[in-house]
């Protein structure tokens, strides 16, 4: 069974987890604590950074969007569209959402590893700009989903799942659509809730 090394917290690893879950591809899900860089991970991922897959052959994957990618040729396309089209649209909306993450990251790195006289605001207020711009268009016009999500709604509800665990009461302000988006997916998928980050 291949094993995936996840954070319960990282929004990456939500969508992995949430993903092989809704592909019915059973992994071994183990956890593991990034900043030390224990042995355990980094002897399979020498960036450190998780989520990282290990396969039954020993070899790994990293990058969330590889492991997708991967869930979805395993399980006959579970996650993405046949129809170019349509998987172009799960594709890019995957890639926004963790787009989004990366900044989200970017700010929580830059006030949990810099002393607080070193944080550097002008950049914190960029990366809560380009998250900001993201949040209002998809408040717009939230995805569509029909009697399954794609990767791109799975990684936009992890990404909103981050949202509410590290931006609470900073992100909701003006997009009652998304919020009420999110709580659609949950009461549709209720399975994949356990995942969300925590």
């Known amino acids: 069974m291949p094993k995936v090394l996840y954070a319960p917290a990282s929004p990456y690893s939500s969508k992995v987890r949430m993903a092989a879950a809704h592909a ?98 002008p950049w914190l207020d960029l990366q809560w700009a380009k998250v900001a711009r993201s949040l209002d268009l998809l408040n717009q016009s939230p995805p569509r989903f029909g009697k399954k999500p794609n990767a791109g709604h799975i990684a936009l509800r992890a990404t909103l799942g981050y949202l509410d665990l590290r931006f609470a009461g900073q992100w909701e302000r003006g997009r009652v659509k998304l919020k009420r988006w999110a709580a659609r997916f949950d009461e549709k998928f209720p399975e994949l809730k356990a995942y969300l980050p925590a």
């Open 24 to 121: 019915g591809i059973p992994v071994d899900l183990v956890k593991v604590e990034t900043g030390p860089q224990p042995d355990e991970l980094v002897s399979v991922n020498p960036l450190g950074k998780i989520p990282c897959m290990v396969l039954e052959d020993g070899s790994s994957l990293f990058d969330s969007r590889a492991i997708t990618q991967h869930l979805n040729r395993l399980s006959g396309n579970a996650l993405f569209p046949r129809n170019p089209a349509k998987r172009l649209d799960a594709e890019r909306l995957e890639a926004w959402a963790d787009g989004i993450c990366d900044c989200l990251l970017a700010h929580v790195y830059e006030r949990r590893m810099r002393p607080a006289e070193k944080v550097h605001q």
